[in-house]
């Protein structure tokens, strides 16, 4: 499936650019934010979760940013730090594929830190000249994981969100 999709996107790709000019939304200089709020499952509870990121775009294309996002409402309480980097196809038009990779640490009350890798990939669709829609999919793959604690130690999951550059 992954190879499927990475095939999609490297054909999106090619598609023409568009007139917005080199970067457009992911020039070099911009930068990236986003606020996310949603549900979540771990431990047999459910979770309401807070997050927000940060981006810079380095080149044309190439962001680098953090992550930070909390999880409240039932035990234990979950907070995740999340650097990663990430490459949008910006001469694809109308719609935008990306690619990226992250690290993750994990604090999770009364059980040691998880870190994770991690790799995403998905389409960005622009809703005005300075904010955009994403959906994509992440692949996470936890490292020192005991299966007897967490159950399961990778995990697919989709991942949305609407993003404002400045």
């Known amino acids: 499936m992954r190879r499927r999709l990475l095939m999609t996107l490297l054909l999106l790709a090619a598609v023409p650019a568009h007139a917005a000019g080199a970067g457009g939304m992911f020039a070099q200089g911009r930068m990236q934010f986003s606020l996310m709020a949603g549900n979540a499952y771990a431990f047999d509870n459910n979770y309401m979760v807070l997050g927000a990121s940060a981006s810079y775009y380095v080149i044309d294309g190439l962001g680098l940013g953090l992550s930070l996002e909390k999880w409240s ?79 399961n130690c990778s995990s697919t999951y989709s991942d949305v969100s609407i993003t404002f550059m400045f």
């Open 73 to 151: 409402g039932s035990d234990p309480s979950i907070s995740k730090v999340t650097p990663f980097a990430q490459y949008v196809f910006y001469q694809a038009s109308p719609v935008q594929p990306y690619v990226g990779a992250f690290y993750r640490h994990t604090s999770i009350a009364g059980l040691p830190g998880l870190d994770s890798v991690g790799e995403r990939a998905g389409i960005y669709i622009a809703s005005s000249p300075n904010s955009s829609v994403s959906v994509g999919l992440v692949h996470e793959s936890y490292r020192d994981c005991n299966e007897a604690v967490y159950r």
